[in-house]
């Protein structure tokens, strides 16, 4: 497998082309973006941003690192990568977007799958920790701090894009997606985190159903569902669990505390991984 950066990123303020030189992007209309010392390209302007730090802290992509790490998301990983490289046969090169990849485990693992096809990588998130994580951990793809509802990418420039854990924008996924591109959501299946959830909340919490109306764009190719019983040993794997789960912050102190109190426990992995492929170019 070849990984190599992806190069047909566009202006977050006009959306013209980007060009790269040696430490910078630059449009035509003369708007440009350095490249950090650390390898990716800020491309949030501050008129986009809904807050000064948007995203994952710091801390919470430090503990996202820590647990992806260890390998306990790896079956969803395999079956994004099988998915992703699905119709990859007798194909040269493919592009592919991680839209909002967090610090890039799923493009790592995406990267090393065994594949003879050249990867075209680009990973965005709004959070800069993340981008700033991933970067560090793998130099060869893009990444760039920016927003799903204005991918900084040229109009059908991609070949795949993943979502995973996150939220999809239709309209912009389609308007970058090349005619039969497709798009991989990976979502929290009623199972996923149960015993997780049961210890933290008063009352039954079930993993949010995410079956809205698909837009005409898209068509349904297919869904595999990824279950296994996950082992987690000492307070410490059970922090980073729940730091990276929309759970924190909803959970009240003390039943943080309790649930950190725990020498191990045993949690269900529940995710759906839907594939859905995009029926025309949005010039068509």
Known sequence: MKVVPFQRLACPLDAQPLRGEASRRVCDSGHSYDIASKGYTHLLPVQHKRSREPGDSKAMVAARRRFLGAGYYRPIAEAVASAAL?????????????????????????????????????????????????????????????????????????DRILCLFGFPVYPEFFRVLKPGGLLIKVDAGAGHLKELRDLIYAEEKTAAARDEVLPPEYSRLGE?????????????????????????????????????????????????????????????
């Open 86 to 158: 699905s119709d990859a046969e007798g194909k040269a090169e493919l592009s592919c977007l991680d839209a909002g990849c967090g610090e890039g485990y799923y493009l790592r693992q995406l990267a090393a799958a065994d594949s003879g096809v050249t990867l075209h990588l680009l990973g965005l998130d709004i959070s800069k920790w993340a981008v700033q994580a991933a970067a560090r951990q793998d130099a060869r793809p893009t990444w760039v701090v920016a927003s799903n509802a204005r991918i900084p990418a040229e109009p059908a420039s991609l």
């Open 224 to 284: 595999v569902r990824v279950q296994y019983p996950l082992q987690l040993e000492g307070s410490d794997n059970l922090a980073d669990l729940l730091a990276m789960t929309p759970h924190y912050h909803r959970a009240s102190v003390a039943a943080r505390e309790a649930l950190l109190k725990l020498e191990g426990l045993t949690v269900s992995v529940d995710v759906r991984v839907v594939t859905y492929i995009s029926r025309a170019s949005a010039s068509d």
